[in-house]
Nanobody
């Protein structure tokens, strides 16, 4: 049973930074991504990273501000979030699965973490 554990959320002022972590149980050979869901809105794609080659993809709304990286020694994926805006406020989830080109689709991912709250104050 694969489990993903997300952590690192918190409250930050606009313009600040946070780093989210996602640690899977066991070695992950699958693609991994981040999604978020704000109150009253649908879950939306934030970014993802292919397991093979490490290509990364980002939503236009976070491109240039958010960066996905991976520390293989710690078996952990990170979402570095800089220049945070109030509209980034949401519950963030990490996800895993063999998604390939379907990385934008939440239904393509098999494994999900619990959410971690990110609140950006203006």
């Amino acid at each position: 049973q694969v489990q993903l554990v997300a952590s690192g959320g918190g409250v930050v002022q606009a313009g600040g930074s946070l780093r989210l972590s996602c640690t899977p149980s066991g070695r992950s050979t699958y693609d991994m991504g981040w999604f978020r869901q704000a109150p009253g809105k649908e879950r939306e794609f934030v970014g993802s990273r292919w397991s093979g080659g490490g290509s990364t993809f980002y939503a236009d709304s976070v491109k240039g501000r958010f960066t996905i990286s991976r520390d293989n020694a710690k078996n952990t994926m990170y979402l570095q979030m800089n220049s945070l805006k109030p509209e980034d406020t949401a519950v963030y989830y990490c996800a895993g699965g063999y998604v390939g080109s379907r990385y934008l689709q939440s239904k393509a991912y098999t494994y999900w973490s619990q959410g971690t709250q990110v609140t950006v104050s203006s």
